[in-house]
């Protein structure tokens, strides 16, 4: 099919258009008022037009900056025409006077000469005395006319001298007059701002300008997340993001009065390279936003989970090598938001070689960059210290000595200095040097294991190493990681920051920065016997990803090569081989399994095997999910890995434990006399003897003292039902807890009414007491940005509990009005799974059902069940971003197992015809 032959911007004949509204005014016997209507249906009609020509242009030819330039040029047009059509018929100056001079400005990102489809309009009326009847007159009816269009303007109505007074108090100001662009009227007048602005405003400012431009900047990532791998980046504000560019563009007009280009690489700020790589950044950036604000209709910014998939197929990415489409787009965005990073330490470095950028601080009281210790690196090494930052002695240091690229970090890390634009510079130029030779050369290996197990700041000298592309260079397997995301709602990070991360979590631990959260594997981690296999296993434990085959196989595999290389002993490899190859099953074991049965523990005992092995899964477990991204670990998840830890090192110690089991359930009781030390003895006793042992184990501290209170007060009041909760906005987390008589519907029931309120669980925490009542704690995704909103959504969860408990509601008629999924979660596709398995426990059936999540979910797996005339004993409730895995350990009601093969079907039929599609059950 032959591409249609498309206008070109401004996507009309503006002469043609300016005599139609003419004609239309006369139409209307030559009144403005009476034309005005038909004036707007015309101009709407021309932007509606213009909009699906820049649409039309793009999906035909991929160029997101011909886009944005031509909806600029579009614009610029448009205000043009409505700005003489109000001159000329509306507010006409018969008797022009110099008080009735007026130039229309774009500013700001519109003054770039760039806008995005769903883009803000700045405009500036720059007038050259004070306001005047006839100019107010001309900017209002011109911003009607906009707003009318459906644009959202800012604006201003301005003298020379006022833009000058206000751009020299506000930084803002300053900036969007940085980049402002006469689109109509009078040109003397903007040509005497321009002059004013260059001579009163940026002469002298610069040095100032830079350094407020670039805490901008820091702020600006603080708040969008510093990191430039979210999964979910934020194209505009995030890191790496086009704001960035922006802030590049500032700089370089501020101080050269040009874009990034030929002036920047004569002042020796960029190279032709590094300006080139600018503008690639820029126009990949650009087409990404366009497509998105097009295909959302409106000024989206976030490259969310709903949207990447069409933006990877609309762009052209295909499924290939392991990688899904949408995640070879992202791993692209990745590297572009990599290469915005690159840039930007570029150009501060060079700023702080001319001066024109202050010098960061080091961290700490004292800079360790004595004269001292300069000569000494001057003398006994190829490296230097030039204005604080580390430099190479030549640009052969690299060539002449390959082993320098990986010394180099480690010279950065013993100075604590920062890095040499030049030193970076000779680094990318020198990629070719790392071949098999170095890599395989001992005392390369020797220093960069040393680099990752030290214990300076392993983490940011990784990142160095990463950032400046020598780590995917050095170690091939760990480029194959690099900005790859995974299409998936639990992880927040890319794999290869993801891998960093773990190693940086290792060290806050092994520091003790972390003992509040992780209080068992700080005290471990003291004690075991090798921290060289920890710290190689975690970083990495996920560099498998990305292939066809399982990734933790995948990565034992390439340990099995890698290690050997590192220099680590024959026993050292296969242990971090088994840490690998094991990294998933401490956690899903903890989360998914019943860690009070006897076999449970067994059974992972068998895999462990050794209580060293069990330390460094525990610690490596731990670190793991806390580097998975912000609220995924909590208390919950700690408290049974260590529950876990503690049932199963008796049993690999041959029972000569540091800690008795008995003595953990004595500890946990007196903790909780402890904490309720102006109770009366006897209340707590009898809290106490209502609960299992296993009860001391599996709930956390903190949890024990809210469920003694909770059951204070309903037997104060003599209530057999009865609820708490709190709600954490880190973690995004709210914990409801229900207290109320056993019954077999009951967390149905519990789960049904969660449902009706469209409270999405995520977790579940189910315990039975001695005396017949059941006290769950359900965790719940926080819905609300506001505390207070939070606790009333809870209180009305609760409120709904208590109805249908009382027999006042029925759950499948409140279920009927429910809320569909969030469109983030329709975006994924999980596989259905039901696995039933009488190998696991001694006692139940164990039902592990693996599906995508959604509201409901748990309620209907429950609900069916219970029509299928099963007991269940236990749950373990566990998402994973979209994925839920539900496992519940069952009888049939004369409390055996789940034996025929027939009943076994049925079971899989009904609950994989649930997972299958959302749909009301019948109670």
């Given at each position: 099919?032959?591409?249609?032959?498309?206008?070109?911007?401004?996507?009309?004949?503006?002469?043609?258009?300016?005599?139609?509204?003419?004609?239309?005014?006369?139409?209307?016997?030559?009144?403005?008022?009476?034309?005005?209507?038909?004036i707007?249906?015309?101009?709407?009609?021309?932007?509606?037009?213009?909009?699906?020509?820049?649409?039309?242009?793009?999906?035909?030819?991929?160029?997101?900056?011909?886009?944005?330039?031509g909806?600029?040029?579009?614009?610029?047009?448009?205000?043009?025409?409505?700005?003489?059509?109000?001159?000329?018929?509306?507010?006409?100056?018969?008797?022009?006077?110099?008080?009735?001079?007026?130039?229309?400005?774009?500013?700001?990102?519109?003054?770039?000469?760039?806008?995005?489809?769903?883009?803000?309009?700045?405009?500036?009326?720059?007038?050259?005395y004070?306001?005047?009847?006839?100019?107010?007159?001309?900017?209002?009816?011109?911003?009607?006319?906009?707003?009318?269009?459906?644009?959202?303007?800012?604006?201003?109505?301005?003298?020379?001298?006022?833009?000058?007074?206000?751009?020299?108090?506000?930084?803002?100001?300053?900036?969007?007059?940085?980049?402002?662009?006469?689109?109509?009227?009078?040109?003397?007048?903007?040509?005497?701002?321009?002059?004013?602005?260059?001579?009163?405003?940026i002469?002298?400012?610069?040095?100032?300008?830079?350094?407020?431009?670039?805490?901008e900047?820091?702020?600006?990532?603080?708040?969008?997340?510093?990191?430039?791998?979210?999964?979910?980046?934020?194209?505009?504000?995030?890191?790496?993001?086009?704001?960035?560019?922006?802030?590049?563009?500032?700089?370089?007009?501020?101080?050269?009065?040009?874009?990034?280009?030929?002036?920047?690489?004569?002042?020796?700020?960029?190279?032709?390279?590094?300006?080139?790589?600018?503008?690639?950044?820029?126009?990949?950036?650009?087409?990404?936003?366009?497509?998105?604000?097009?295909?959302?209709?409106?000024?989206?910014?976030?490259?969310?989970?709903?949207?990447?998939?069409?933006?990877?197929?609309?762009?052209?990415?295909?499924?290939?090598?392991?990688?899904?489409?949408?995640?070879?787009?992202?791993?692209?965005?990745?590297?572009v938001?990599?290469?915005?990073?690159?840039?930007?330490?570029?150009?501060?470095?060079?700023?702080?070689?001319?001066?024109?950028?202050?010098?960061p601080?080091?961290?700490?009281?004292?800079?360790?960059?004595?004269?001292?210790?300069?000569?000494?690196?001057?003398?006994?090494?190829?490296?230097?210290?030039?204005?604080?930052?580390?430099?190479?002695?030549?640009?052969?240091t690299?060539?002449?000595?390959?082993?320098?690229?990986?010394?180099?970090?480690?010279?950065?890390?013993?100075?604590s200095?920062?890095?040499?634009?030049?030193?970076?510079?000779?680094?990318?130029?020198?990629?070719?040097?790392?071949?098999?030779?170095?890599?395989?050369?001992?005392?390369?290996?020797?220093?960069?294991?040393?680099?990752?197990?030290?214990?300076?700041?392993?983490?940011?000298?990784?990142?160095?190493?990463?950032?400046?592309?020598v780590?995917?260079?050095?170690?091939?397997?760990?480029?194959?990681?690099?900005?790859?995301?995974?299409?998936?709602?639990?992880?927040?990070?890319?794999?290869?920051?993801?891998?960093?991360?773990?190693?940086?979590?290792?060290?806050?631990?092994?520091?003790?920065?972390?003992?509040?959260?992780?209080?068992?594997?700080?005290?471990?981690?003291?004690?075991?016997?090798?921290?060289?296999?920890?710290?190689?296993?975690?970083?990495?434990?996920?560099?498998?990803?990305?292939?066809?085959?399982?990734?933790?196989?995948?990565?034992?595999?390439?340990?099995?090569?890698?290690?050997?290389?590192?220099?680590?002993?024959?026993?050292?490899?296969?242990?971090?081989?088994?840490?690998?190859?094991?990294?998933?099953?401490?956690?899903?074991?903890?989360?998914?399994?019943?860690?009070s049965?006897?076999?449970?523990?067994?059974?992972?005992?068998?895999i462990?095997?050794?209580?060293?092995?069990?330390?460094?899964?525990?610690?490596?477990?731990?670190?793991?999910?806390?580097?998975?991204?912000?609220?995924?670990w909590?208390?919950?998840?700690?408290?049974?890995?260590?529950?876990?830890?503690?049932?199963?090192?008796?049993?690999?110690?041959?029972?000569?434990?540091?800690?008795?089991?008995?003595?953990?359930?004595?500890?946990?009781?007196?903790?909780?006399?402890?904490?309720?030390?102006?109770?009366?003895?006897a209340?707590?006793?009898?809290?106490?003897?209502?609960?299992y042992?296993?009860?001391?184990?599996?709930?956390?501290p903190?949890?024990?003292i809210?469920?003694?209170r909770?059951?204070?007060?309903?037997?104060?009041?003599?209530?057999?039902?009865?609820?708490?909760?709190?709600?954490?906005?880190?973690?995004?987390?709210?914990?409801?807890?229900?207290?109320?008589?056993?019954?077999?519907?009951?967390?149905?029931?519990?789960?049904?009414?969660?449902?009706?309120?469209g409270?999405?669980?995520?977790?579940?925490?189910?315990?039975?007491?001695?005396?017949?009542?059941?006290?769950?704690?359900?965790?719940?995704?926080?819905?609300?940005?506001?505390?207070?909103?939070?606790?009333?959504?809870?209180?009305?969860?609760?409120?709904t509990?208590?109805?249908?408990?009382?027999?006042?509601?029925?759950?499948?008629?409140?279920?009927?009005?429910?809320?569909?999924?969030?469109?983030?979660?329709?975006?994924?596709?999980?596989?259905?799974?039901?696995?039933?398995?009488?190998?696991?426990?001694?006692?139940?059936?164990?039902?592990?059902?693996?599906?995508?999540?959604?509201?409901?979910?748990?309620?209907?797996?429950?609900?069916?069940?219970?029509?299928?005339?099963?007991?269940?004993?236990s749950?373990h409730?566990?998402?994973?971003?979209?994925?839920?895995?539900?496992?519940?350990?069952?009888?049939?009601?004369?409390?055996?197992?789940?034996?025929s093969?027939?009943?076994?079907?049925?079971?899989?039929?009904?609950?994989?015809?649930?997972?299958?599609?959302?749909?009301?059950?019948?109670?």
């Amino acid at each position: 099919m032959d591409t249609p032959c498309l206008p070109t911007a401004p996507y009309f004949d503006p002469q043609e258009l300016r005599q139609t509204l003419t004609g239309l005014l006369q139409e209307h016997g030559g009144d403005p008022a009476d034309a005005r209507p038909a004036i707007v249906d015309r101009l709407k009609t021309l932007v509606k037009a213009a909009r699906g020509t820049a649409r039309l242009q793009l999906e035909a030819d991929g160029n997101g900056r011909r886009c944005a330039m031509g909806l600029a040029r579009f614009q610029d047009e448009l205000v043009r025409l409505i700005y003489d059509y109000t001159v000329a018929h509306v507010y006409r100056a018969t008797n022009p006077s110099d008080a009735e001079r007026m130039a229309v400005v774009a500013t700001g990102g519109y003054g770039r000469e760039l806008l995005a489809p769903g883009s803000d309009i700045d405009l500036l009326f720059l007038l050259p005395y004070k306001q005047t009847p006839w100019g107010e007159s001309v900017a209002e009816y011109i911003l009607y006319v906009l707003w009318d269009l459906g644009f959202k303007v800012g604006h201003a109505t301005r003298t020379v001298d006022q833009c000058v007074k206000l751009a020299l108090q506000d930084t803002t100001i300053r900036t969007s007059l940085l980049d402002m662009w006469l689109i109509h009227g009078d040109g003397d007048l903007y040509a005497e701002l321009e002059r004013r602005f260059r001579d009163d405003v940026i002469k002298g400012s610069e040095r100032a300008f830079v350094d407020a431009k670039l805490a901008e900047r820091s702020e600006r990532h603080r708040r969008a997340g510093e990191s430039r791998y979210k999964v979910e980046p934020n194209i505009k504000d995030g890191k790496g993001g086009l704001r960035d560019l922006h802030t590049l563009h500032w700089l370089s007009k501020y101080l050269t009065g040009h874009d990034v280009g030929p002036r920047t690489v004569a002042m020796g700020i960029f190279t032709n390279e590094e300006a080139a790589t600018f503008r690639k950044c820029e126009n990949f950036l650009w087409t990404v936003r366009c497509f998105l604000h097009f295909y959302t209709g409106r000024a989206e910014e976030l490259l969310s989970f709903d949207i990447q998939p069409m933006l990877a197929e609309r762009l052209g990415y295909r499924d290939k090598g392991g990688l899904r489409a949408v995640e070879r787009f992202m791993k692209h965005y990745f590297l572009v938001a990599k290469q915005v990073g690159d840039l930007t330490t570029i150009l501060c470095a060079a700023l702080e070689m001319q001066q024109l950028k202050s010098t960061p601080v080091l961290e700490g009281l004292l800079s360790p960059l004595t004269w001292k210790m300069r000569r000494q690196i001057r003398d006994t090494t190829d490296f230097r210290i030039d204005n604080g930052r580390l430099n190479i002695a030549d640009k052969d240091t690299f060539k002449r000595d390959p082993l320098n690229l990986i010394r180099f970090f480690a010279q950065a890390e013993n100075t604590s200095a920062f890095l040499h634009p030049n030193a970076i510079r000779q680094l990318r130029r020198s990629y070719r040097l790392i071949d098999d030779d170095l890599r395989n050369d001992p005392e390369a290996n020797r220093i960069f294991l040393s680099l990752l197990t030290g214990r300076v700041n392993p983490e940011a000298t990784l990142r160095r190493m990463n950032e400046t592309g020598v780590l995917g260079r050095f170690i091939p397997e760990f480029g194959h990681v690099v900005a790859m995301m995974q299409f998936n709602m639990y992880h927040h990070y890319t794999v290869d920051e993801h891998l960093i991360r773990t190693v940086g979590m290792l060290t806050d631990i092994e520091r003790g920065k972390a003992s509040d959260e992780l209080p068992l594997s700080t005290e471990l981690i003291k004690t075991i016997q090798n921290r060289r296999v920890l710290y190689v296993a975690a970083f990495l434990h996920d560099i498998g990803k990305g292939r066809v085959e399982d990734h933790s196989l995948v990565g034992a595999e390439i340990a099995r090569t890698l290690c050997p290389r590192f220099g680590l002993s024959a026993a050292e490899t296969d242990t971090v081989i088994w840490l690998i190859e094991q990294h998933l099953t401490m956690s899903n074991i903890a989360q998914s399994r019943d860690i009070s049965d006897p076999k449970t523990v067994r059974d992972f005992a068998d895999i462990v095997q050794s209580p060293e092995r069990l330390k460094l899964l525990l610690i490596l477990t731990s670190a793991d999910i806390r580097a998975v991204g912000p609220g995924v670990w909590n208390g919950w998840k700690g408290q049974l890995l260590r529950t876990l830890y503690h049932e199963t090192e008796p049993v690999l110690s041959g029972g000569h434990t540091k800690i008795p089991r008995s003595q953990i359930v004595a500890d946990a009781q007196a903790e909780l006399r402890a904490a309720l030390s102006d109770w009366n003895p006897a209340a707590i006793d009898r809290f106490i003897d209502r609960h299992y042992p296993d009860y001391w184990m599996r709930t956390e501290p903190r949890r024990q003292i809210d469920h003694a209170r909770l059951l204070e007060r309903a037997e104060r009041e003599g209530k057999k039902f009865a609820t708490d909760h709190i709600t954490d906005a880190f973690s995004a987390i709210t914990e409801l807890t229900v207290f109320a008589p056993n019954h077999p519907r009951l967390l149905s029931q519990f789960a049904g009414a969660c449902a009706a309120n469209g409270a999405n669980i995520v977790g579940a925490h189910v315990t039975t007491t001695r005396d017949g009542f059941a006290l769950d704690t359900f965790l719940l995704a926080r819905e609300l940005g506001e505390d207070d909103d939070e606790h009333r959504r809870a209180e009305r969860v609760a409120d709904t509990i208590g109805r249908v408990l009382r027999g006042e509601a029925w759950i499948p008629a409140l279920l009927e009005q429910r809320r569909p999924a969030p469109p983030r979660v329709e975006a994924f596709t999980v596989e259905p799974e039901i696995i039933i398995n009488n190998s696991l426990s001694d006692a139940f059936t164990v039902i592990e059902v693996t599906g995508r999540d959604r509201t409901g979910l748990l309620y209907e797996l429950t609900t069916a069940l219970s029509d299928l005339s099963l007991d269940i004993a236990s749950a373990h409730i566990t998402t994973f971003g979209e994925k839920a895995v539900d496992v519940f350990y069952v009888t049939d009601l004369t409390n055996k197992k789940i034996d025929s093969e027939t009943r076994q079907k049925a079971i899989r039929e009904r609950l994989t015809e649930i997972l299958q599609g959302p749909q009301t059950q019948e109670a």
